[in-house]
């Protein structure tokens, strides 16, 4: 229980940077669109098409659709954030819960445990580097 209590934060602050960076990227893009919608136009060629695209938006009838669109892009904004959020802060929580585990056992002098492998990124390698120590102290102990 005190385990899953001290990792329950690390997938609530991971949810946390992910919801800021949606927020953040939909607070520019409105920037952005109220920089072109209040005469950020003149960067633009009369020709090109996002040129015409912006115009076609300045039309009474179109902006709200603009603003259904831009609440549509934020609300599935929030839920990739959300949901991207949980899947990394979960597989981190599960993560540093297995090391936590296996430091916990080592440490009341269950030696042979190991701590199982999965996947290839930075906490993999952790835990082989972790195994080889726990081999080598196994060994060394075992031979006194």
Known sequence: MELERRFHSILWNAVR???YATVG????FIAFLIFFMTGGL???QEGSAIYQLLVLLKGEGSLWLLLFLFLLSLLSSLVVGVVSGLASGRKLKQDLESFSWATEKYARGDLDYRIPINGNDEFAEL???FNKMAERFEGQVGSL
Do not use: G, I, P
């Open 42 to 44: 003149f960067l633009f």
């Open 25 to 28: 990227s939909s607070l520019l």
């Open 127 to 129: 835990a082989r580097q």
């Open 17 to 19: 940077v992910f919801l």
